[in-house]
């Protein structure tokens, strides 16, 4: 698994096979994040809420397919991470 930092609203192409991810929330708030195939209007991969100064790691058993990579949606709230990448 490769890491690769999250840049929230934001495509990641280089991540084709997401393995999963650790994301913290980093503004004092709650926070809700999707993570989604290609852009902001891609199929839903993962949906995550965080309680304020939350966190989350998830590691998925099998890695799900991201062609054209994985868009970071920050719904509300704010958060910092990386995503794991199968691929490389």
Excluded at 30 to 42: C, M, P, S, W, Y
Excluded at 44 to 55: E, N, R
Excluded at 65 to 80: A, L
Aim: charged share 15%; hydrophobic share 45%; no cysteine.
């Amino acid at each position: 698994m490769v890491p690769a930092t999250i840049t929230p609203d934001s495509n990641h192409a280089a991540v084709t096979l997401l393995k999963g991810f650790n994301i913290t929330e980093d503004s004092s708030a709650a926070a809700h994040v999707r993570f989604r195939k290609l852009n902001v209007t891609g199929q839903i991969l993962a949906t995550v809420k965080l309680a304020a100064d939350g966190s989350a790691m998830i590691i998925f058993d099998e890695p799900m397919s991201s062609e054209g990579g994985v868009y970071v949606q920050e719904v509300s709230g704010s958060v910092e991470g990386v995503l794991y990448d199968a691929s490389a």
